[in-house]
């Protein structure tokens, strides 16, 4: 595969805070509509290169190409115009607001009713909320306001904030963190469905659930790949076993 038909390609990728290399000559690659899940023991690096390719980190060395275009030298707003959204661990949305109203001013031609333009919603808007609701289990739930909404929900609304904005490459942190078992599922079901229009990269910690959603798997250790491919693969490299699993 030619380089720029990956749709992330990370190569050699460090960082360093104060002489210490929290990340130290990265690679991998992310094919359009995959799921990525990045594992490893805390300290690893993870949250890190999620901050360095939404550009919240400037890289020291290395390179973050995607869709052909170079990311480290772009800037955070820039880097989400690019068409990269990210989902920080806990859910963030605007409490007072319905379910329709935080998709709507979310929506990227700036659409909002927190002024007095409510009855100004165009079709499109209402079209992309609702078909957006629907793929995030809340399309029953739209005129509820969000801070009675379940944890749960709540992180499929801030999922559902991003995936509004059209985001080529989705980020999400642990994104059934203090989920049911019922809802881990349907959030596996909600990340399939979305790969027909996105790519996906998730940290996760939870095997059941990165079993049940990676095409890949990347293992990292100490700011380095330590092991990456299936779910299989890496569960049996016994890298992996001495690093991560076995505890
Ligand atoms: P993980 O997400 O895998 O748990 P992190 O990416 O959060 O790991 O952190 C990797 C290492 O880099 C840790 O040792 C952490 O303390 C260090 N680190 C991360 N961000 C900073 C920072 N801004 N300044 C100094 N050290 C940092």
Redesign the pocket.
Known sequence: MNKDDFLLAVEGLT?S??G?K??DDLSFYLEPQEIRV?I????????????LICGK?RATAGSIRFRGKELTKMKEHQIVHAGVGRKFQNPSVFEDLTVFENLEVSYPMGHTVMGSLAFKRDAAVIEAVESVARTIFLHDLLAEPAGLLSHGQKQWLEIGMLLIQKPALLML?EPVAGMSVAERKKTAELLRVITRDHTVLV?EHDMQFVGDIADRVTV?HQ?KVLSEGSIDHVKNDPRVIEVYLGH
């Open positions: 960082v805070f104060d210490f929290a990340v990045i490893g023991p805390n300290g690893a690096g993870k949250t890190t290169v999620l901050d980190t942190d940290i990292m700011g």
